[in-house]
């Protein structure tokens, strides 16, 4: 991952760093059904718990899940808009091709058939 000179990760760089893993975007898919333990979380992953905890800390430090501590249990939580910005900038490159495509489509049709004059 590129050093920036203040030290700090941009929160759209760190969203899809921390969605570039697929143990981790099986986390935030499962979130997106409701909050679960940390238990619950590593169950279908077939990693090791410390590993799960160690994905987790990616995906809450780059602000996508929180945690609570309630006793022994720890339960994380997609966190509200948590892909928003992610989603915005995919869309707004989208748009953009899709656009392009669009035109091309419009020449392409113009000059495959042109009109006959009159």
């Known amino acids: 991952m590129i050093k920036y000179s203040d030290g700090e990760v941009d929160g759209l760089d760190a969203a899809f760093h921390a969605l570039s893993d697929p143990r981790r975007r099986a986390i935030v898919t499962r979130l997106c059904e409701g909050p679960a333990s940390v238990s619950a979380l ?3 992953l077939g990693v090791s718990l410390p590993a799960v905890v160690q994905h987790l800390a990616v995906l809450e430090g780059a602000g996508l899940i929180t945690t609570a ?24 490159r989208r748009l953009r091709q ?17 009109k006959e004059s009159s």
């Not at 501590?69 to 966190?79: E, N, P, W, Y």
């Open 42 to 44: 590593a169950a279908p």
């Open 69 to 92: 501590k309630s006793g022994r249990v720890r339960t994380c939580t997609l966190a509200p808009d948590a892909l928003r910005a992610a989603e915005s900038w995919l869309h707004a």
């Open 98 to 114: 899709e656009r392009a495509v669009d035109r091309l489509e419009a020449f392409l049709e113009a000059t495959s058939h042109p």
